[in-house]
């Protein structure tokens, strides 16, 4: 039975239990002559929560449980001899999956039964063309334990999901019969109710934690394989970037560190004056009228998605500086450079600061605006030397947050920067950062567990330690200025 | 003090003599810099302004081309004797026959074509003047033939797509100058296309095909579509929507009405702030970590992209929430309470109701900023060269499948420029779909807005 179809059923059977509970509430209440607790659909609803959820969340634990212990048995099964010279493990269990879902299209074909299918022995039955026959191509002759392993993981999965299917109704029959036989007059049923739908908010709380959790996790894990197979001296302080197919690649994160610094440089340099002016001039000078169409054409800017600022850079900002600018001046010719990507991405981040900091200017109290006009400076002069100083921590925040996202940025520069690892200081130059390097190493052929792979994990976690302390440290700075006036 | 009465300028020899309405130097000096000041912010938010519709433009001249297409129609033969030899209308054995097949079909419709019209031109053979038509169009013929096997023996008339550099020549993109340098196309078949525009053979149409048909190879990208990648965006925003409403809801709500003042719920809303400004990126590799390498999740499925845009979407829909939520004035509670409701009802039947305007306006606008995110879908392969159309959900969630942002990225590393037009056709039409998303947000927000 489909897990769709199971669920569906246990869904039903909530319902159903809905109206069990209500009805024998209902009916016990007029037998006895007493008042009910609780309105008779808190009746219902109690018996309804406890025949689905339970059931539900059992199910979604076992479906992604049981392929992660399947795979680990039966890759106990599969002995090193049969992993071929220079391959992996890997690639041998990919085959075991496979050999397994072709088993079950030959039987859904109707070619073999199971009685036969136990019989088959991979040395004798002619497996490899008859698996070709409904469409799984395998490189090579199957090796015995390879069959075994993969009739194996068809048997297991197979047994699991009798057994998901068993333990899920038995669990919704009992914990929705339990709760529909403790049903009487005096059950407190809307607290039962109330108590479970507060566990279950609480749980949706809790899926917060777990996804800082998951990435946390995941990142440290692969990334303590790949300083397994990878010494952590020379990640970190190499200069070199130079991932080969056939091993022996040098992977330092400098150059790419470097990209990175001088790609949100440029950026932040397009994007700190002008936002900055942008939000001084919307909140000081601006007239409703004028405020009321330019500040939502620059919010436009935060809204349209990276990926049309990467087709932005490449097809025209990247060309027109290469044709105007860097070829007359010989100073390069890619049309891909850090200016490219830095100007772009500025554009992206202006409406970034200007809000941010539209919204810190508009917190300085008037009065202090008020006292400086009545010393007689002008409003340029308030503005630079009373509201800008007072301002400034909540200023400084906002650029670190924009500089957080600069750093995280992958489309722009995936499509604007280039590809090139360098350590240079000419901005015409295409260079490369730390996440157009992540998309390409995760993106190739390369094998999983090979260090060329895993490095996108290390590089990964660089990427979220910078990101998260510039976060924790402008948030930091902004509330303790936001304290200050409040 | 006698100095004073003397000279009214005081001792810093201002105004010496003068009016007092007529500006003394460093007045003048202040003015200016006042002024100054002033130009570099209207400077500054031009700058913003003419970004914005710059960046716009842009796209619209690159892609607004990629809504029309040029066709060719042709009358084509479905010639028995090549399509079904045997002549029994068996169909396996006319699936039998390759595109290959096909090809000679067209290439005699078109040079009928040419004669009809009078439009041979010198030094064109048969087979050149054949490649005007895409070499997609056998592969549509042949659909045909297998969608109508009864058709085979008559003469059936064809829209065919036209090869891409002609479609380019229509388009400005492909001029008799570039040609001579093509190894493609050559000056003498854009000639021979000029003719079949006059004669009404060669028409430019509306391209509903860029909208319904999947991906082309590379060589091919005249008949490159949207289909597979709208289907897949539309997939993954259901699950995104299924997910993250209720998951989001749930969570502002305990977070907002029912959380003590502690430790944990601190903690909890100190992830959820720190988890929106996580780059898409670092979600990408989570993805690939978690659904994909442990839970065994299919790769470039709607299921994977859906789950991990979830996780991405909820911090910005929780906020959305929390606010709508805090909105609601504490009076609605009271009452609720006070006329004898638990907690739980004043929140489920007053508070949330209430609320919902502010919360869908928060979903739709966290939709929005999901549907146009590429980053980590490259990551779980989504980038992948996808000609199948996803089954009907709930099976499609699983199957392979593009979305649009990253289809646009896939279009771009492709070689032929035809592909450029193509990228920001896409991009038009995924703007379209954010705009009216964003149109849909303003318009519950002022409809159902509500000051208390």
Same mark, same amino acid.
């Given at each position: 039975?489909?897990?769709?179809?199971?669920?569906?059923?246990?869904?039903?059977?909530?319902?159903?239990?809905?109206?069990?509970?209500?009805?024998?509430a209902l009916s016990l209440a007029t037998a006895t002559g007493r008042k009910l607790h609780?309105?008779?659909?808190?009746?219902?609803?109690?018996?309804?929560?406890?025949?689905?959820?339970?059931?539900?969340?059992?199910?979604?634990?076992?479906?992604?449980?049981?392929?992660?212990?399947?795979?680990?048995?039966?890759?106990?099964?599969?002995?090193?001899?049969?992993?071929?010279?220079?391959?992996?493990?890997?690639?041998?269990?990919?085959?075991?999956?496979?050999?397994?879902?072709?088993?079950?299209?030959?039987?859904?074909?109707?070619?073999?039964?199971?009685?036969?299918?136990?019989?088959?022995?991979?040395?004798?039955?002619?497996?490899?063309?008859?698996?070709?026959?409904?469409?799984?191509?395998?490189?090579?002759?199957?090796?015995?334990?390879?069959?075994?392993?993969?009739?194996?993981?068809?048997?297991?999965?197979?047994?699991?999901?009798?057994?998901?299917?068993?333990?899920?109704?038995?669990?919704?029959?009992?914990?929705?019969?339990?709760?529909?036989?403790?049903?009487?007059?005096?059950?407190?049923?809307?607290?039962?109710?109330?108590?479970?739908?507060?566990?279950?908010?609480?749980?949706?709380?809790?899926?917060?934690?777990?996804?800082?959790?998951?990435?946390?996790?995941?990142?440290?894990?692969?990334?303590?394989?790949?300083?397994?197979?990878?010494?952590?001296?020379?990640?970190?302080?190499?200069?070199?970037?130079?991932?080969?197919?056939?091993?022996?690649?040098?992977?330092?994160?400098?150059?790419?560190?470097?990209?990175?610094?001088?790609?949100?440089?440029?950026?932040?340099?397009?994007?700190?004056? &002008?936002?900055?002016?942008?939000?001084?001039?919307?909140?000081?000078?601006?007239?409703?009228?004028?405020?009321?169409?330019?500040?939502?054409?620059?919010?436009?800017?935060?809204?349209?998605?990276?990926?049309?600022?990467?087709?932005?850079?490449?097809?025209? &900002?990247?060309?027109?500086?290469?044709?105007?600018?860097?070829?007359?001046?010989?100073?390069?010719?890619?049309?891909?450079? &850090?200016?490219?990507?830095?100007?772009?991405?500025?554009?992206?981040?202006?409406?970034?600061?200007?809000?941010?900091?539209?919204?810190?200017?508009?917190?300085?109290?008037?009065?202090?605006?008020?006292?400086?006009y009545g010393l007689g400076a002008t409003q340029s002069e308030t503005i630079k030397q009373?509201?800008?100083?007072?301002?400034?921590?909540?200023?400084?925040?906002?650029?670190?947050?924009?500089?957080?996202?600069?750093?995280?940025?992958?489309?722009?520069?995936?499509?604007?920067?280039?590809?090139?690892?360098?350590?240079?200081?000419?901005?015409?130059?295409?260079?490369?950062?730390?996440?157009?390097?992540?998309?390409?190493?995760?993106?190739?052929?390369?094998?999983?567990?090979?260090?060329?792979?895993?490095?996108?994990?290390?590089?990964?976690?660089?990427?979220?330690?910078?990101?998260?302390?510039?976060?924790?440290?402008?948030?930091?700075? &902004?509330?303790?200025?936001?304290?200050?006036?409040? | 003090?006698?100095?004073?009465?003397?000279?009214?300028?005081?001792? @810093?020899?201002?105004?010496?003599?003068?009016?007092?309405?007529?500006?003394?130097?460093?007045?003048?000096?202040? @003015?200016?810099?006042?002024?100054?000041?002033?130009?570099?912010?209207?400077?500054?938010?031009?700058?913003?302004?003419?970004?914005?519709?710059?960046?716009l433009s842009s796209i619209l001249m690159n892609g607004a081309s990629s809504f029309r297409?040029?066709?060719?129609?042709? @009358?084509?033969?479905?010639?028995?004797?090549?399509?079904?030899?045997?002549?029994?209308?068996?169909?396996?054995?006319?699936?039998?026959?390759?595109?290959?097949?096909?090809?000679?079909?067209?290439?005699?419709?078109?040079?009928?074509?040419?004669?009809? @019209?009078?439009?041979?031109?010198?030094?064109?053979?048969?087979?050149?003047?054949?490649?005007?038509?895409?070499?997609?169009?056998?592969?549509?013929?042949?659909?045909?033939?297998?969608?109508?096997?009864?058709?085979?023996?008559?003469?059936?008339?064809?829209?065919?797509?036209?090869?891409?550099?002609?479609?380019?020549?229509?388009?400005?993109?492909?001029?008799?100058?570039?040609?001579?340098?093509?190894?493609?196309?050559? /000056?003498?078949?854009?000639?021979?296309?000029?003719?079949?525009?006059?004669?009404?053979?060669?028409?430019?149409?509306?391209?509903?095909?860029?909208?319904?048909?999947?991906?082309?190879?590379?060589?091919?990208?005249?008949?490159?579509?949207?289909?597979?990648?709208?289907?897949?965006?539309?997939?993954?925003?259901?699950?995104?929507?299924?997910?993250?409403? /209720?998951?989001?809801?749930?969570?502002?709500?305990?977070?907002?009405?029912?959380?003590?003042?502690?430790?944990?719920?601190?903690?909890?809303?100190?992830?959820?702030?720190?988890?929106?400004?996580?780059?898409?990126?670092?979600?990408? %590799?989570?993805?690939?970590?978690?659904?994909?390498? %442990?839970?065994?999740?299919?790769?470039?499925?709607?299921?994977?992209?859906?789950?991990?845009?979830?996780?991405?979407?909820?911090?910005?829909?929780?906020?959305?929430?929390?606010?709508?939520?805090?909105?609601?004035?504490?009076?609605?509670?009271?009452?609720?309470?006070?006329?004898?409701?638990?907690?739980?009802?004043?929140?489920?039947?007053?508070?949330?109701?209430?609320?919902? /305007?502010?919360?869908?306006?928060?979903?739709?606008?966290?939709?929005?900023?999901?549907?146009?995110?590429?980053?980590?879908?490259?990551?779980?392969?989504?980038?992948?060269?996808?000609?199948?159309?996803?089954?009907?959900?709930?099976?499609?969630?699983?199957?392979?499948?593009?979305?649009?942002?990253?289809?646009?990225?896939?279009?771009?590393?492709?070689?032929? /420029?035809?592909?450029?037009?193509?990228?920001?056709?896409?991009?038009?039409?995924?703007?379209?779909?954010?705009?009216?998303?964003?149109?849909?947000?303003?318009?519950?927000?002022?409809?159902?807005?509500?000051?208390?």
């Amino acid at each position: 039975m489909s897990a769709g179809i199971l669920s569906l059923i246990v869904i039903g059977l909530g319902v159903l239990g809905y109206f069990l509970g209500r009805g024998r509430a209902l009916s016990l209440a007029t037998a006895t002559g007493r008042k009910l607790h609780s309105l008779p659909g808190y009746y219902g609803q109690s018996v309804a929560l406890f025949t689905a959820v339970p059931a539900l969340l059992l199910m979604a634990a076992w479906l992604f449980l049981q392929p992660v212990l399947i795979d680990s048995r039966v890759n106990a099964m599969i002995p090193d001899s049969v992993i071929p010279e220079g391959g992996a493990r890997s690639l041998v269990m990919a085959d075991v999956r496979r050999i397994a879902d072709g088993l079950d299209a030959m039987m859904a074909d109707g070619g073999i039964s199971e009685n036969e299918l136990d019989q088959m022995r991979a040395d004798i039955t002619n497996i490899r063309s008859r698996l070709a026959n409904v469409g799984v191509a395998l490189g090579s002759d199957v090796p015995v334990a390879v069959f075994d392993a993969a009739k194996e993981m068809r048997q297991s999965s197979k047994t699991g999901a009798l057994a998901m299917t068993i333990a899920v109704l038995v669990l919704t029959l009992g914990a929705g019969g339990w709760t529909l036989m403790r049903i009487n007059t005096d059950l407190r049923a809307r607290n039962i109710s109330e108590n479970f739908v507060k566990a279950l908010l609480i749980g949706a709380s809790l899926v917060a934690i777990l996804t800082t959790v998951g990435i946390v996790s995941s990142l440290l894990f692969e990334t303590i394989n790949f300083f397994k197979i990878y010494p952590a001296k020379d990640f970190f302080f190499s200069t070199v970037w130079n991932p080969q197919f056939r091993g022996g690649s040098d992977l330092g994160i400098l150059p790419l560190l470097w990209g990175t610094f001088y790609v949100s440089l440029v950026a932040l340099l397009v994007a700190v004056p &002008v936002g900055l002016m942008i939000a001084i001039y919307l909140a000081e000078y601006a007239s409703k009228h004028v405020r009321s169409v330019a500040k939502p054409a620059i919010e436009v800017l935060a809204g349209i998605p990276t990926i049309v600022y990467g087709l932005f850079a490449l097809i025209t &900002v990247g060309p027109f500086l290469r044709d105007y600018i860097a070829e007359p001046l010989g100073l390069g010719s890619s049309s891909s450079s &850090v200016l490219t990507a830095g100007l772009v991405m500025g554009i992206m981040l202006i409406p970034f600061v200007s809000s941010l900091s539209d919204d810190i200017i508009n917190a300085v109290p008037q009065s202090m605006r008020d006292g400086s006009y009545g010393l007689g400076a002008t409003q340029s002069e308030t503005i630079k030397q009373v509201v800008l100083p007072a301002a400034l921590p909540g200023v400084v925040g906002a650029v670190l947050l924009a500089a957080s996202r600069a750093i995280g940025e992958t489309m722009i520069v995936v499509m604007g920067a280039g590809a090139a690892a360098k350590l240079g200081l000419n901005p015409f130059e295409a260079m490369t950062t730390v996440t157009v390097k992540i998309v390409s190493q995760l993106t190739g052929d390369t094998e999983f567990a090979s260090p060329e792979t895993l490095v996108a994990f290390a590089l990964g976690l660089t990427l979220f330690v910078f990101t998260l302390g510039l976060n924790i440290l402008a948030l930091y700075i &902004v509330r303790k200025y936001r304290e200050q006036y409040e | 003090m006698t100095d004073f009465t003397s000279s009214p300028t005081g001792a @810093n020899g201002r105004r010496r003599g003068g009016s007092l309405l007529e500006l003394d130097a460093r007045t003048k000096r202040r @003015n200016a810099s006042e002024a100054r000041f002033r130009l570099m912010g209207v400077i500054a938010v031009s700058i913003g302004v003419i970004a914005l519709i710059g960046l716009l433009s842009s796209i619209l001249m690159n892609g607004a081309s990629s809504f029309r297409q040029t066709y060719i129609t042709l @009358n084509v033969f479905l010639d028995p004797a090549k399509l079904d030899k045997a002549g029994d209308g068996d169909l396996e054995k006319i699936a039998k026959v390759t595109t290959f097949g096909y090809a000679p079909l067209i290439q005699k419709a078109m040079e009928a074509a040419i004669k009809e @019209n009078g439009a041979a031109v010198d030094g064109l053979n048969a087979k050149k003047a054949a490649e005007l038509i895409s070499k997609e169009a056998p592969a549509d013929l042949r659909r045909f033939v297998l969608a109508n096997p009864d058709k085979i023996g008559e003469t059936v008339e064809f829209s065919l797509l036209a090869a891409g550099r002609i479609d380019g020549y229509f388009k400005g993109r492909v001029t008799m100058e570039s040609a001579q340098l093509d190894r493609n196309i050559s /000056p003498e078949q854009l000639m021979l296309a000029d003719k079949l525009k006059q004669a009404g053979v060669l028409q430019i149409k509306f391209n509903w095909a860029f909208f319904t048909a999947p991906d082309a190879s590379d060589t091919r990208p005249e008949a490159a579509g949207l289909g597979v990648a709208i289907l897949g965006s539309i997939y993954m925003m259901l699950i995104v929507l299924c997910l993250s409403l /209720p998951l989001g809801v749930a969570a502002s709500i305990y977070l907002e009405e029912f959380a003590p003042q502690n430790r944990w719920t601190d903690l909890i809303e100190v992830n959820i702030s720190n988890l929106a400004a996580v780059p898409s990126i670092v979600f990408g %590799i989570l993805g690939l970590a978690i659904f994909i390498n %442990i839970a065994g999740l299919p790769q470039s499925a709607p299921v994977v992209g859906g789950l991990v845009l979830t996780l991405m979407t909820l911090p910005t829909i929780i906020i959305a929430t929390r606010a709508a939520l805090k909105a609601v004035p504490p009076s609605i509670r009271d009452a609720a309470l006070g006329i004898g409701a638990s907690k739980m009802q004043s929140v489920f039947h007053h508070v949330l109701p209430l609320a919902m /305007p502010g919360i869908l306006t928060g979903t739709i606008i966290g939709l929005a900023q999901a549907l146009g995110e590429t980053a980590p879908l490259l990551l779980i392969g989504m980038v992948a060269f996808v000609r199948e159309y996803p089954a009907s959900p709930p099976e499609g969630f699983f199957d392979p499948a593009s979305a649009l942002p990253v289809q646009v990225y896939n279009w771009t590393t492709r070689g032929d /420029p035809a592909f450029v037009e193509r990228a920001s056709g896409a991009i038009i039409v995924l703007l379209v779909f954010l705009v009216i998303m964003n149109i849909a947000a303003i318009m519950l927000r002022r409809r159902f807005e509500r000051r208390w």
